[in-house]
């Protein structure tokens, strides 16, 4: 309600200034001759449709009272200023007595506002990349997690699948900071592990023996890495690669990646309802690219969504956890189209390259996959990006 009361006091501030009707940020900045980025934030969240979904981008009082007096310096008449200044002040008072200072009180209307990522998320984000970035000692450019679908060819009620899974430009602050990846599990809709029986590796030449991590070499900037593995009690294999130097003297780029074959049901089966496919975010990276590539002829039409859980508990969860540990909602992922000439992006040099090596290496036909893209920046550790949907029912 004080957000609500606040946004009609400006808006009534701005309508209320003699001649024509500021509908620009820039017309309101030149007209009361404030700072740019403060006319649009006011005209901004002044003109919101709801004021929740914009309550970040709205000034200090400090800088909401340099605009009211301004509009008041050039007509706006008292009653109008004094109403804004006075629903300003009941706003502080809120804020203050729920939270107790601004940021936090920020923080709190960040996770009542629905719809995609606010922009609170995306600035808070960003601001712990760095820090975090030396508490653990190393960053990476860009996370990449890519799952390919399509419907076994014995058991046509069973889903076959590839998981790719690397980063990007991976530098190291600390000589003795390993970094750590963690194997893909199958899990279903209960939360229970299964272990996959038809798995093999992408890149299998020389045998498992010689390619413990699954790396797919001709993607690595470093092909024979030093590779430790060890197995965590609820089944997941941890992978710890070490390498030399420090920064600049060692950025590496990793890829690696396996298919199952019928590990998966393609149909809703009892208490399974959903697909989901997840990125776990270990390491600080400026961004994430979540692909899913959906071979056409699977699924006439689905509808995926994506959002961010915490992995705070550390627990294998069911699908009706998910939301226990629901830190944000995403955006829709966008269809780029069809096969691997849509993948490019400069967050993933020879992306392409890279996708047309894996279907020749399981011998799936590339131009035939739908392709959906999650992008995160910045995206906050430790955490998991889910991908799902709703598996349809067996006809």
Known sequence: ????????????????????????????????????????????????????????????????????????????????????????????????????????????????????????????????????????????????????????????????????????DLRRFRSNVPWMMMDARVRDDQGEVRQPHGRRLIDEEGGASSNPAGLIRPFCTVPALNVTQARSERGRTVLEIQADGVGNETVLTTMRGHVCEGELPRYAVGDDRTGHFAANIRTPAEVLILDLLVHEDLYEHIEPTARVLSDHRGADRASRDLDRDLLCELEPPEYLGMGPSVLHTPDVPRYAELARYVFDRVGWESRRFKVFRTRLAYPVMPSSAVVQFELPERA
Do not use: C
């Open 1 to 168: 309600m004080a957000l609500t009361t606040l946004q009609r006091a400006l808006l009534d501030v701005i309508g209320r200034l003699p001649g024509p009707y500021l509908r620009r940020p820039s017309e309101l900045q030149t007209r009361l001759g404030v700072h740019r980025k403060l006319a649009w934030q006011v005209h901004k969240f002044a003109h919101a449709r709801y004021p929740l979904e914009e309550a970040a981008n709205l000034p200090t009082v400090t800088g909401v009272t340099r605009v009211i007096d301004a509009a008041r310096r050039e007509g706006t008449p008292d009653d109008a200023a004094r109403a804004a200044e006075a629903a300003l002040q009941n706003l502080e008072r809120v804020a203050k007595r729920y939270a107790g200072a601004r940021a936090d009180f920020d923080s709190m209307l960040a996770g009542l506002a629905t719809g995609q990522t606010s922009q609170i998320d995306f600035n808070h984000r960003r601001a712990a990349f760095k820090p975090n970035s030396h508490i653990w000692g190393l960053q990476g450019r860009t996370t990449l997690s890519v799952f390919g679908l399509q419907s076994n060819r014995e058991d046509p009620a069973l889903t076959d699948f590839f998981s790719i899974g690397g980063i990007i």
